[in-house]
């Protein structure tokens, strides 16, 4: 099965990926750094003498205000199908303190950036809490609710999706373009100008793009998801090993 509308939403945001603020009432947009904490909560990381900090600043008498983070997918290979933009409503406050302390624990988890050492003087963390949360995708919005995005996952293999694309093709190549052939029941080496390829892939399986004549895309669905890249390696050994043929679970159509 794809990923959920949630699931994209949560790795779009994770801070993999670069994001602009709008803050309400304020100029803009802005560049912003950011990663997202375990319950999905956005932390912006801003120098604490700049634009966006002044923007992020809240009216005095009042603790937040009002913002919205625009983020959208950057593909890992040219022709890639996009995974859409994600945009996240909500309230943001800067942080402080022991709350400054445990966010900077938690953006050091995704991003262990050096200038969260500095957090508190050249730097400040702020925290969004999530109100709405909109998918874009295909010419289309999805309503995300924010607890379905809250309890959502980021893709596990999303940060390393490109060089894991790049070690397929360049070393197992003509293993996989054979396996994907014959999964997909496509011509042979020289059926066509556009043999099958993997273009992107998550925890759930494989996008491949496919040769001339047939849909622009298709899906190879791993037996299950995978937490991670070495039970990727290890799902994937039989497929690219042709010793080790029908010993081990491998990707299906779907």
Same mark, same amino acid.
């Given at each position: 099965?794809?990923?959920?509308?949630?699931? /994209?939403?949560?790795?779009?945001?994770?801070?993999?990926?670069?994001?602009?603020?709008?803050?309400?009432?304020?100029?803009?947009?802005?560049?912003?750094? &950011? =990663?997202?904490?375990?319950?999905?909560?956005?932390? /912006?990381?801003?120098?604490?003498?700049?634009?966006?900090?002044?923007?992020?600043?809240?009216?005095?008498?009042?603790?937040?205000?009002?913002?919205?983070? *625009?983020v959208p *997918?950057?593909?890992?290979?040219?022709?890639?199908?996009?995974?859409?933009?994600?945009?996240?409503?909500?309230?943001?406050?800067?942080?402080?303190?022991?709350?400054?302390?445990?966010?900077?624990?938690?953006?050091?988890?995704?991003?262990?950036?050096? *200038?969260?050492?500095?957090?508190?003087?050249?730097?400040?963390? &702020?925290?969004?809490?999530?109100?709405?949360?909109?998918?874009?995708?295909?010419?289309?919005?999805?309503? =995300?609710?924010?607890?379905?995005?809250?309890?959502?996952?980021?893709?596990?293999?999303?940060?390393?999706?490109?060089?894991?694309?790049?070690? /397929?093709?360049?070393h197992h190549?003509?293993?996989?373009?054979?396996?994907?052939?014959?999964? /997909?029941?496509?011509?042979?080496?020289?059926?066509?100008?556009?043999?099958?390829? =993997?273009?992107?892939? *998550?925890?759930?399986?494989?996008?491949?793009?496919?040769?001339?004549?047939?849909?622009?895309?298709?899906?190879?669905?791993?037996p299950h998801?995978?937490?991670?890249?070495?039970?990727?390696?290890?799902?994937? &050994?039989?497929?690219?090993?042709?010793?080790?043929?029908?010993?081990?679970?491998?990707?299906?159509?779907?």
């Amino acid at each position: 099965m794809p990923p959920t509308p949630a699931e /994209l939403a949560r790795t779009l945001a994770a801070g993999r990926l670069p994001g602009v603020a709008h803050v309400a009432f304020r100029p803009g947009p802005h560049p912003v750094r &950011h =990663v997202t904490d375990p319950l999905g909560r956005v932390l /912006l990381l801003v120098p604490s003498a700049g634009r966006a900090a002044r923007a992020l600043r809240p009216e005095p008498g009042v603790d937040d205000a009002a913002i919205v983070l *625009d983020v959208p *997918d950057v593909p890992p290979l040219p022709g890639a199908p996009g995974l859409g933009r994600v945009r996240i409503s909500g309230w943001v406050s800067p942080l402080a303190g022991e709350a400054a302390r445990e966010a900077a624990l938690q953006y050091a988890d995704v991003d262990p950036a050096g *200038d969260l050492l500095d957090v508190g003087r050249a730097f400040t963390l &702020h925290r969004v809490e999530v109100a709405e949360v909109r998918l874009e995708r295909g010419g289309t919005t999805v309503e =995300v609710d924010p607890d379905d995005y809250r309890d959502a996952e980021p893709d596990p293999l999303h940060a390393v999706e490109a060089e894991l694309l790049a070690d /397929l093709a360049g070393h197992h190549g003509p293993e996989l373009g054979d396996y994907l052939r014959r999964q /997909l029941r496509v011509a042979g080496r020289d059926g066509g100008p556009e043999p099958p390829r =993997v273009v992107r892939l *998550d925890r759930y399986g494989f996008v491949v793009a496919l040769g001339a004549g047939r849909a622009p895309y298709a899906r190879l669905a791993f037996p299950h998801p995978v937490r991670d890249r070495a039970e990727l390696a290890r799902l994937l &050994h039989p497929v690219l090993c042709r010793r080790c043929a029908g010993r081990c679970g491998r990707p299906s159509e779907t």
